[in-house]
C-alpha cells in the first residue's frame, strides 16, 4: 500500500539496488527542464550574466598580466607612461565590469528568479498533489514525503542556480583560465587539479551525510511544527491556555528541536573534520603551483608580468575552486535530499481514469466493497452491498467507529475500495477519473471547514464553475436555517482578517448551505449537526429531504431521530451492515437500531 510504497522509494535513495536513480546527473537532467520552464527568459538571463561574468575573471588575469608586463618594459625603456596608464585603466574597466555583472547577477537570481520560480513550482506541486489518489493523505509516510516535497520547492530553483553558476560562470573560467596556464606552461594546469581533487573528496562525504539528514528530520520537522501550531494558532488558543497544556506542548516543542538540531549538528561535525584535513592537502597544493610558477619564471620560461599574474591569480583560483566545490557543489549535495524529494512527489502514480458523465438514474450501487485503510490491517468496511436508487434517501447509522464515514467515502468516490466495486450513477470508481465520479455529487462532513472568506464566498465555493449567484447564497443560507444577522454575504469571516467571527452553531448552517448550494444529483449529509441540538438537527433533517427529493440522497448520523426521514436505514457495526430496514422496521425487532433508538428517544419526545 501507500506506507510500503513511500518506504520502497525511501531505500531507492538510502542503498538499494535502485539507489543509481536518484544520483547527481540524473536529478540535474530532470529538474533543469522543470526550472527552465518555470521561468525560461530569465534563466536565460542568468546563464548569459554567468559567462559574462566568467569571462571578466578570466580577462582580469590576462590585463594584470598586460599591466605588469608593460610596468616592466617602462622600467627597461621599452615603454612610456602613456601605455603604462592605458594598462591601468583597462585592469580598471575590467574590475569594475566585473563588479557591476556581479551585482546585477546576484539581484536577479535572488530578487527575481527565485522568488518567481518558487511561486511556479509551487503551483507544480499543488497541481499533481491535487491528482494523487485522496487515500494517500491516510498514511504517515506520505505526509512525510509531502512535507519534505514542500520543503524542496525553494532548494529546487536554488540547485538550478548553482548548476547554471557552475557551467556558465565557473565554467567558462575555468575553461579561460586553463587554456591560458597551458599556453604559458602547460605543467601549471596542475593548479586547478590540485585545488579540485581534495574539495571534491569532501562533497562525496556530503552527500552521504546530508542526504541521509533530510531522511531523519523529515517525520521530526512535521512533528515540531504540529507543537508549534498547537502553541501558536488561533484554534488551539483558548484549549491549551485554559487547560494549562501550554506547558506541554513548549515542552514537546523543544524536545522535538533539540532532537532536530542535534542530529544537524552531529551532521557538520562529521563534514567539518573531514573538511579541515583537505584544507591542510589543498594548501600544501597551492605551495606547489606557486613554487612551479616561480621555478619557470627563474629559468625565464614566462615574463615578470605573468608571473606577477599568475601568481595574484593563484590565491584567487584555490578560493574559486574551494567555493565551486565546497559552496556550489556542497549547497547541491546539501539540497539534494530535498530535491529528490520533490522528484519522488512528481513520480508517484497519479489517480487517473476515463471521462463520464453520471447517470444518476441508475443510483448509487456498491457491490461487496471492502477497505483497509494504509498501513493498517484492520478492515475498516467489510463485504458491504448496497443500492441507494434515484430519488432515494438512505439513512446510515451506527455507534462511533462503526465504519459509517469510511462508507461515505467510499459510495462517493472519494476513495476506492480495495475490494468489490462501487459504481457512481453508472461510473465505476475504479476506471472512471474523479473528476467525472464527484462532479455532480454534493456533501456536507461532519469536519467541516471555516474557510477565511466572505460569508458570500464560503457558500459558493462550493460550485465555482457557476459563479456566485447572490439570490441563490441566500436562499440557501435560509434553508440552512442560518441568521441572517450574523453576517452580510461580503463581511469576512475571520477576526484575523478584519472580520467577524460567528458560533459553531451558525458555522454548521454555513457548511451545510454550502451542500445545498451546489448543483447535485447525489447528496450526502455526514453528521454535520453535531453542534446542533437534536430538535434543531431534526428541522435541518427535514428541510435537507425536501430539498433532496427526486435525488440520490444519503444521511449519516449517529442520532437516530434523524435516521426516521429516510426511506431505508443501514445500521452498521464494526465495518459491516447488520440490519436494513424502515424505522418501524427496525424498532420492531430487537438489535443494535432499537438499543439506540431507546437510548436516544427522550431527545425528540415532545
Known amino acids: 500500500m501507500a506506507a510500503n510504497q513511500s518506504n520502497t522509494m525511501k531505500k531507492q535513495y538510502g542503498g538499494s539496488t535502485e539507489e543509481t536513480k536518484y544520483r547527481l546527473l540524473y536529478v540535474i537532467r530532470r529538474i533543469i527542464p522543470i526550472q527552465v520552464r518555470t521561468a525560461p527568459w530569465n534563466c536565460l538571463l542568468e546563464n548569459g550574466l554567468g559567462i559574462m561574468h566568467g569571462l571578466s575573471f578570466a580577462l582580469s588575469v590576462a590585463a594584470t598580466q598586460h599591466l605588469f608586463d608593460t610596468i616592466s618594459d617602462a622600467a627597461a625603456g621599452k615603454a612610456g607612461y602613456r601605455e603604462c596608464v592605458i594598462s591601468l585603466l583597462i585592469l580598471a574597466a575590467v574590475t569594475f565590469g566585473q563588479q557591476i555583472i556581479n551585482g546585477v547577477q546576484n539581484f536577479h537570481g535572488i530578487g527575481v528568479l527565485l522568488p518567481k520560480s518558487s511561486g511556479r513550482l509551487t503551483e507544480l506541486i499543488q497541481k499533481k498533489v491535487r491528482r494523487i489518489d485522496p487515500v494517500k493523505f491516510e498514511d504517515t509516510g506520505f505526509l512525510d514525503d509531502l512535507n519534505k516535497a514542500k520543503e524542496g520547492i525553494r532548494a529546487i530553483t536554488m540547485f538550478c542556480m548553482l548548476v547554471f553558476v557552475c557551467v556558465s560562470f565557473y565554467g567558462v573560467y575555468f575553461l579561460a583560465v586553463g587554456i591560458y596556464l597551458f599556453r604559458l606552461k602547460p605543467v601549471l594546469l596542475l593548479t586547478l587539479l590540485l585545488a579540485f581533487v581534495p574539495a571534491m573528496l569532501a562533497q562525496t562525504v556530503h552527500v552521504k551525510v546530508f542526504a541521509n539528514l533530510e531522511e531523519e528530520s523529515a517525520p521530526l520537522r512535521r512533528e515540531s511544527d504540529y507543537y508549534q501550531k498547537a502553541i501558536c494558532d488561533r ?12 506547558g506541554f506542548f513548549y515542552q514537546r516543542f523543544e524536545e522535538t528541536m533539540k532532537a532536530l538540531t542535534g542530529r544537524i549538528w552531529e551532521a557538520e561535525r562529521r563534514t567539518a573534520v573531514l573538511q579541515l584535513l583537505l584544507n591542510l592537502t589543498t594548501f600544501a597544493g597551492m605551495g606547489l603551483s606557486a613554487y612551479m610558477l616561480f621555478t619557470a619564471t627563474m629559468l625565464g620560461e614566462i615574463t615578470v608580468g605573468m608571473f606577477a599574474a599568475v601568481f595574484a591569480a593563484l590565491t584567487q583560483i584555490f578560493a574559486i575552486m574551494q567555493e565551486v566545490v565546497m559552496k556550489q557543489i556542497g549547497g547541491m549535495n546539501r539540497d539534494m535530499g530535498k530535491v529528490v524529494n520533490f522528484i519522488r512527489l512528481l513520480d508517484m502514480p497519479e489517480r487517473g481514469g476515463e471521462a463520464g458523465e453520471a447517470d444518476f438514474a441508475k443510483g448509487i450501487v456498491a ?12 478492515v475498516s468496511v467489510k463485504n458491504v452491498s448496497i443500492h441507494i436508487a434515484d430519488g432515494e434517501t438512505i439513512a446510515i447509522v451506527g455507534e462511533n467507529g462503526a465504519g459509517k464515514s469510511t462508507l461515505v467515502r467510499l459510495l462517493t468516490g472519494i476513495y476506492r475500495p480495495t475490494e468489490g466495486r462501487v459504481l457512481v450513477g453508472g461510473l465505476d470508481t475504479a476506471l472512471y477519473s474523479p473528476a467525472s465520479v464527484l462532479k455532480r455529487t454534493s456533501a456536507v462532513f461532519q469536519k467541516y471547514q471555516r474557510y477565511k472568506m466572505t460569508l458570500g464566498e464560503n457558500v459558493a465555493i462550493s460550485d465555482c464553475t457557476a459563479g456566485a449567484d447572490s ?11 442560518f441568521e441572517k444577522s450574523m453576517a452580510k454575504l461580503e463581511d469576512m469571516l475571520s477576526p484575523e482578517y478584519g472580520g467577524v467571527d460567528i458560533s459553531g452553531g451558525q458555522w454548521q448552517r454555513v457548511a451545510i448551505a454550502r451542500g445545498l448550494y451546489r448543483r447535485n444529483g447525489f447528496i450526502v449529509l455526514d453528521e454535520p449537526t453535531s453542534a446542533i441540538d437534536p430538535v434543531e438537527e431534526t428541522r435541518v433533517y427535514k428541510q435537507f429531504a425536501r430539498l433532496a427529493e427526486g435525488k440520490c440522497a444519503l444521511i449519516v448520523t449517529h442520532r437516530i431521530g434523524s435516521a426516521r426521514l429516510a426511506n431505508r436505514i443501514v445500521v452498521m457495526e ?3 451492515i447488520v440490519d436494513v430496514g424502515t424505522h418501524e422496521e427496525l424498532i420492531a425487532r430487537p438489535g443494535q437500531y432499537a438499543k439506540m433508538w431507546e437510548a436516544q428517544a427522550q431527545w425528540y419526545e415532545r
Open 235 to 246: 484554534e488551539y488558543f483558548k484549549e491549551t491556555r485554559i487547560l494549562g497544556a501550554y
Open 574 to 576: 464494526a465495518g459491516e
Open 367 to 378: 457491490e461487496n466493497i471492502s477497505f483497509a485503510y494504509p498501513g493498517r490491517d484492520a
Open 471 to 481: 439570490g441563490r447564497i441566500g436562499s440557501v443560507l435560509d434553508e440552512a436555517g
